[in-house]
């Protein structure tokens, strides 16, 4: 069966400093991979996806930046974390079946920024 | 995608059914409904999805009307683990193609 790890499940970083968040998923392969932020009390946003290896598309633009290395590795990143990049951030992923795409969310991250 | 409108919370008693109405008049033809849940400080879990037919797993069962305008999340017999907020979502299912969670519905199983 499939498992999606994101680590680490909780963060605190001070402002300016970098980040790398990692998620990974086991049991399939060339999924697709999804990185959404939840502000607290708020509904999801997606930040950024990728079909493949190396292919990346932001919905956002803003500080972060998301990289694709391996077929079932996503990471999340930024150079200068801001007050507002706090937030609960998930990774997901999905694989096609005909014409369905159900999408399927790991632990999270709780990242606070002070 | 099309718009979901449902009740802000509900209350179950412990062994009873859970019963989540879910209102989208505007679904299209080819949109999905899906069903997701989010138990605090967790990520969100997929609970059941379908397009005309009512469905059926493990975890609940998805009743939607002929008309396709509403729709039913039943989970047979709630248990206090199934606090959560529950998501109703209508989406086209395309890559890349992100959900969007409006405020869901918090339901409360109490003993």
């Known amino acids: 069966s499939q498992t999606i790890h994101q680590w680490p499940a909780t963060l605190v970083q001070p402002v300016g400093s970098p980040l790398s968040l990692e998620c990974t998923v086991e049991?399939?392969?060339?999924?697709?991979l999804y990185w959404y932020r939840q502000a607290a009390g708020r509904g999801l946003q997606l930040l950024f996806y990728?079909?493949?290896?190396?292919?990346i598309s932001s919905e956002v633009p803003q500080n972060l930046s998301a990289s694709r290395p391996q077929d079932r590795q996503f990471i999340l990143s930024s150079k200068k974390l801001l007050l507002s990049d706090s937030g609960f951030y998930l990774c997901?992923?999905?694989?096609?079946?005909?014409?369905?795409?159900?999408?399927?969310f790991g632990p999270g991250t709780r990242l606070t920024v002070l | 995608d099309a718009k979901t409108t449902q009740p802000t919370s509900m209350d179950c008693a412990e062994g009873r059914a859970a019963n989540l109405p879910c209102n989208h008049s505007?679904?299209?033809?080819?949109?999905?409904v899906y069903w997701y849940r989010q138990i605090h400080s967790q990520g969100p879990q997929y609970i059941i999805h379908g397009l005309k037919n009512n469905e059926t797993n493990e975890m609940a069962s998805l009743i939607i009307t002929e008309d396709r305008k509403s729709s039913t999340l039943i989970l047979p017999h709630a248990t206090l683990r199934d606090t959560a907020v529950y998501y109703c979502i209508v989406r086209v299912m395309e890559y890349g193609n992100k959900l969007v969670f409006g405020a869901g519905t918090i339901l409360r199983v109490k003993s």
């Open positions: 049991g399939t392969s060339n999924p697709n």
């Open positions: 505007t679904i299209s033809g080819n949109e999905y």
């Open positions: 990728s079909v493949g290896i190396g292919q």
């Open positions: 997901a992923w999905s694989v096609a079946s005909g014409d369905v795409d159900t999408q399927y």
